[in-house]
């Protein structure tokens, strides 16, 4: 994470960079900086510098709509992407409550997820 100078309140700005895509803003703290042979593939979003509060509200997130879940955001267990629908809209998805759908066979839970590009 980078600390700007400029934060004019109480708290610093806090900025997360990623290997291989660091700003020069980024690089200049270092006088020693190399910059990687081999950069690591990154999508455009990920390339750009974020606010480290946006970044930790990813890993902060307990629900998510289906939409969402389809996208496979960082920090949910793959396999568990049902759990972190509301309960109203997982019921409305799967017609039964959570505690139901978890005493269900494991092939029966794959099924319904994969109707729902849940798996």
């Known amino acids: ?11 610093p700005e806090m900025t997360v960079v990623w290997a ?42 307990t629900e998510y709509t289906l939409q969402e879940l389809q996208e496979r955001p960082a920090g949910c267990d793959p396999l568990r992407l049902e ?7 997982f019921e409305a998805i799967f017609s039964m409550t959570k505690k139901n759908f978890g ?3 494991p092939w029966k839970q794959k099924k319904l997820k994969s109707a729902h590009g849940l798996f």
């Open 1 to 11: 994470a980078v600390v700007s100078t400029q934060s004019t309140g109480d708290k």
């Open 20 to 61: 291989g895509h660091e700003p020069e803003q980024f690089k200049s703290l270092f006088p020693w900086w190399e910059d990687m042979t081999e950069t690591i593939p990154a999508t455009e979003t990920e390339r750009r510098p974020t606010p480290l509060d946006e970044e930790l509200k990813q890993f902060l997130q």
């Open 83 to 89: 759990q972190y629908l509301s309960d109203t809209e």
């Open 103 to 105: 005493n269900l066979q």
